[in-house]
C-alpha cells in the first residue's frame, strides 16, 4: 500500500478500443495502446491466481505489526505460522464480473460520448 495514490483503481485502467468500423467491433478493458502492460499483467494475476514465497522481511513485518495492534483477536491475523512458506492469492474474476454489471451503461456512455464528440466537445 505504501505509494498507492488515493481515488485510482484497477477499474481505471479500464478501456474501449473500435478495432473495425463496418461492420463496428468494439473491445472493451485493458485494450488499446494507452493502457499500461503492468495493469494488463496485474489483472491477468488476479484473474488466474497466483503464489508468493514468504520472505523473511515480510515475516518480520506482520510480527511487528502485530504486537503493534491493541486488540487481541486483530492480532492474530499478523503472525503467520513458521511452516507458512508461501501467500496464496485464489482466482477470482475481474472483468466478467464488472462488465455483466455495467454493459449497459457503458453502451449508453460510449454512444453519448461519441455524439459529443462528432459536435466538437471537449470531455475529460
Do not use: C
Not at 520472505?55 to 511487528?64: G, V
Not at 503493534?68 to 499478523?78: H, L, N, P, T
Not at 507458512?84 to 453502451?107: C, G, Q, S
Amino acid at each position: 500500500m505504501k505509494g498507492r495514490r488515493k481515488g485510482y483503481s484497477m477499474a481505471d485502467a479500464i478501456r474501449y478500443h473500435i478495432s473495425r468500423k463496418d461492420p463496428i467491433e468494439m473491445e472493451i478493458g485493458w485494450v488499446g495502446p494507452s493502457t499500461s502492460m503492468r495493469w494488463r499483467a496485474l489483472a491477468k494475476m488476479h484473474q488466474e491466481g497466483f503464489e508468493r514465497p514468504v520472505t523473511d522481511r515480510q515475516r518480520r513485518y506482520f510480527a511487528r505489526r502485530g504486537h503493534e495492534i491493541k486488540r487481541a483477536r486483530y492480532r492474530r491475523v499478523f503472525f503467520l505460522r513458521k511452516l507458512t512458506r508461501t501467500f496464496r492469492t485464489p482466482a477470482r474474476p475481474i472483468l466478467e464480473p464488472f462488465w455483466r454489471a455495467h454493459r449497459n451503461e457503458a453502451a449508453r456512455n460510449i454512444a453519448k460520448n461519441f455524439r459529443r464528440k462528432m459536435r466538437g466537445e471537449y470531455i475529460k
